[in-house]
């Protein structure tokens, strides 16, 4: 009864320990950045929005992006949520680009419209809110960013 009780320990051990042989110790978080904000033009009455980000791999193994979530805010008003699993791969040591396109929601854009026709301006401030799904065995991407853009513009 000893003997199997040691030798089950044993193939556990030998189990446990190949498989943390197989994961990357000095894992550095990739990084994810916001490169454009832009307003487009749109056939309805809510604005559509397009977000770039550009995300980094400074991992020698290549990130396989699972899905993204992600929400707006304009002048504190949450104007766009949504998701995308329509995501590039990463190779090791290297960048893509992700756009998002996205149409703001008609109640929280209607809640913005009527805060800025109190006060004019050409500039506004956005929260960007994202989260990166990079698979089971790492931990999500989590991005913040905040700026200003202008509707004259159409840019960042």
Known sequence: ?????????????TFLISGCAGLQLNYEE???????????PSDSIAPRF???LRVINPNRTGLSLRGLSYS???EGHKIVSGVSNELPDIAGYGE????????ANLLSG????????Q?????????????LDTGSWRPAIHVQEYGEFSFSRGSR
């Not at 209607?110 to 026709?117: G, N, Q």
């Open 30 to 40: 990739p990084s994810v950045s916001v490169t454009s904000f832009k307003v487009l």
């Open 96 to 103: 893509g680009e992700v756009t998002l396109v996205a149409t």
């Open 1 to 13: 009864m000893t003997t199997k009780i040691w030798t089950t320990l044993f193939i556990l051990s």
């Open 72 to 74: 707006v805010a304009i």
């Open 119 to 131: 006060e004019r301006r050409d500039t506004f401030t956005y929260g960007f809110d994202a989260k």
């Open 50 to 52: 397009e977000i770039g």
């Open 110 to 117: 209607i809640r913005l419209i009527t805060d800025l026709l």
